[in-house]
């Protein structure tokens, strides 16, 4: 009796890994505890600084953020184009290098609550043995626009061929899937708070 749940338990892990097939990601991510979010009613995303050699990665990830966030129904986005305009009247030249003053000066031009600013780290295939699958990597901030400091940020990865395709040739998901899919979990964070 003993020997069969035993064995039982070893085919639950088994049959978990392979219908995840390994590609379950626990995000870091972090949220000020003292912050009531339903404040934020209007933000901007920023432009994403992008770390990898597809020079489209960080406007591709940033168009699905900002998609994504609406139809979260948590928040109303700012154009893009109105985020571009408020750089070029402000001077700024790179996201990367935003101070807290210029946060506050940024979210007064837009009238904005927040701004979304991040990364792209990773955008392309990795390679997993002998099969190739779309892995991307991102971190989003959330900076209050009256202060100035982060109160919202996630790392995540998601990607790399599954168990089944890298066993048994299955499909794996596109580069557009992945990207949806981790911004999509990306923003859930924010929806439960």
């Known amino acids: 009796m003993v020997l069969l749940k035993k064995n039982i338990f070893a085919l639950t892990v ?3 890994f392979a219908v995840t097939g390994c590609r379950g990601n626990i995000p870091v991510y972090h949220i000020s505890e003292d912050i ?3 404040f934020y009613k209007k933000v901007a995303v920023l432009p994403l600084d992008n770390l990898t050699n597809d020079k489209y990665a960080g406007e591709i990830v940033r168009q699905v ?3 994504e966030l609406l139809a979260s129904g948590l928040v ?3 154009l893009p184009g109105d985020v571009k305009s408020a750089f070029n009247n402000l001077g700024i030249k790179s996201v990367s290098s935003l101070n807290s003053n210029q946060i506050r000066a940024l979210g007064k031009s837009l009238k904005v609550e927040a ?3 991040g990364v792209v780290e990773e955008y392309g295939e990795a390679k997993m043995g002998n099969v190739s699958a779309p892995q991307v990597t991102i971190s989003l901030m ?3 626009a009256g202060s100035g400091s982060i109160v919202w940020s996630i790392t995540q990865t998601r990607g790399g061929a599954s168990f089944w395709a890298r066993h048994f040739g299955a499909r794996h998901e596109t580069i557009s899937e992945t990207v949806l899919m981790l911004v999509r979990e990306s923003i859930r964070t924010l929806v439960e708070y």
Do not use: P, Q, R, T
Request: aromatic residues 12%; glycine residues 0%.
């Open 14 to 16: 088994f049959l978990l």
């Open 36 to 38: 009531d979010f339903s």
């Open 65 to 67: 953020v900002i998609s």
């Open 76 to 78: 109303d986005v700012v």
């Open 115 to 117: 701004l979304i600013l």
């Open 142 to 144: 959330m900076a209050d």
